[in-house]
């Protein structure tokens, strides 16, 4: 055994036992960061141990663009240490890895949350609106009300970014997504709507990176979001992290309880007697609305898709991206954002579009279901152990229980005690 590997056992005991003795959460990074003055060890090997041999990997790409020497490759919605003998030793792939461990205590005073702060179930915020895009063809093309595109070609518009991290789909298949650097307005809006497959947005950070596009919006969903935090704020200050931080002003989380697997739209498809590339948008709305490129729209229940629910997202407990800058979503609503926001800079970014009039608002009191709905889906999400405490993808399938939605249905957090009335 060479001396790598003796030091990427010792990690992972230390790890392992930080788990097991129920240490605080926000300590378990110290498994790894204690290496570091010590000249570090190939922390890659780490991740995929713990992280993507065991199928809790989310694919939000963080250990990805983070790398400073290019040592993986994203290959089926995971990482891929292609070229592993590369690693410095920099163990950033870990500290941002949101899998591993939580952000550290202080993100929310580096976020810089717009005062007063709310915790009503779905993330810190300071404002919460109902609003749709003025401009007809954002609201078009856009989903549920265009707020997110008509936000970002604004901030495109008016200098205060260079470019926007979003995602696109492949052109055979409009609902398999694919990342995308857009810079422009038109490449903004052609990839306006959302897709239930997982689209691996952030991994366009690293085309950012290299080409010094910034500064930069992002737009993801929770894990993505997380990230991108995990990435900007870690504790292992080198200059890659540093970019991040100084170059990102806006990230933009969308609300998500889960995505499916690309077979889904085979089932889509099959159901509907339509090739793949003809199915133009997918809309969940307590059942899956279905627009054809022939105009057509069809319904099928949303319970004939929760076995092609995406395993990797067993692992998450955000549905609300509580750690954006504005938090956006249907939630419920037909034709209508409801966003909410939680930053200074999100206020920056959303009031400025507000000032030019580019928005219809509607209190949120005006639809209480959507606030109550986004509250009851947030609860659902956030009722389970940290992910590094679940079990592993193969205890699941041996449990017989993959079931994204109520694998935790009766979870009961340490502390909480009995909540039933």
Same mark, same amino acid.
């Given at each position: ?167 696109? @789909? ?7 997504? /694919?990342?995308? #650097?857009?810079?422009?307005? !038109? +490449? &903004?809006? $052609? ?88 199915? @133009? ?7 899956? /609305?279905?627009? #054809?490129?022939?105009?057509? !729209? +069809? &319904?099928? $229940? ?120």
């Amino acid at each position: 055994m060479d001396d790598n590997e003796k030091l990427i056992q010792s990690v992972q005991k230390k790890y392992h036992d930080m788990l097991d003795q129920d240490v605080d959460p926000y300590e378990w990074g110290y498994a790894w960061r204690s290496e570091l003055n010590k000249g570090g060890f190939r922390a890659v090997d780490f991740l995929m141990r713990e992280v993507v041999d065991t199928g809790k990997c989310v694919g939000c790409a963080a250990c990805i663009t983070i790398c400073p020497t290019d040592v993986f490759d994203y290959k089926d919605e995971k990482p891929t240490d292609t070229r592993k003998d590369a690693c410095v030793f920099c163990e950033l792939c870990v500290d941002v890895c949101p899998v591993l461990r939580p952000p550290d205590k202080d993100l929310l005073k580096l976020l810089g949350f717009k005062e007063p702060v709310i915790d009503e179930g779905f993330g810190p915020y300071n404002y919460a609106v109902i609003a749709r895009s003025k401009d007809k063809e954002c609201l078009e093309r856009g989903q549920d009300g265009g707020v997110t595109s008509k936000l970002l070609i604004h901030a495109l518009e008016n200098g205060s970014i260079n470019g926007a991290v979003i995602g696109d @789909v492949l052109p055979e298949n409009p609902q398999v997504g /694919i990342h995308k #650097l857009a810079t422009t307005a !038109e +490449e &903004i809006l $052609a990839c306006s709507g959302s897709r239930y497959t997982y689209s691996p947005n952030t991994v366009a950070l690293r085309e950012a990176m290299e080409n010094d596009i910034k500064p930069l919006a992002v737009v993801g969903v929770p894990c993505q979001v997380d990230g991108v935090r995990q990435q900007q704020y870690s504790s292992i200050r080198l200059d890659i992290a540093k970019w991040y931080q100084k170059n990102v002003p806006l990230v933009i989380g969308l609300f998500c309880s889960e995505s499916f697997t690309h077979e889904h739209i085979a089932l889509i498809a099959e159901h509907l007697k339509v090739e793949p590339k003809d199915i @133009v948008n997918v809309n969940v709305k307590g059942k899956v /609305i279905i627009t #054809l490129r022939d105009g057509r !729209e +069809e &319904i099928m $229940a949303l319970k004939d898709f929760h076995p092609y629910a995406r395993p990797a997202c067993l692992y998450c407990l955000d549905y609300a991206a509580d750690n954006s800058d504005i938090g956006v979503g249907g939630i419920g609503l037909d034709g209508w954002t409801f966003v909410a926001v939680r930053t200074e800079k999100g206020h920056e970014f959303f009031q400025a579009a507000v000032d030019d009039d580019l928005f219809e608002i509607m209190p949120v009191d005006s639809v209480p279901k959507a606030k109550s709905l986004l509250i009851r889906l947030s609860n659902m999400k956030r009722n389970k152990p940290l992910p590094a405490l679940m079990p592993t993808m193969q205890e699941r399938i041996e449990m017989g229980n993959t079931d994204v939605k109520n694998f935790y249905k009766d979870y009961q957090p340490p502390g909480k005690g009995d909540n039933s009335e």
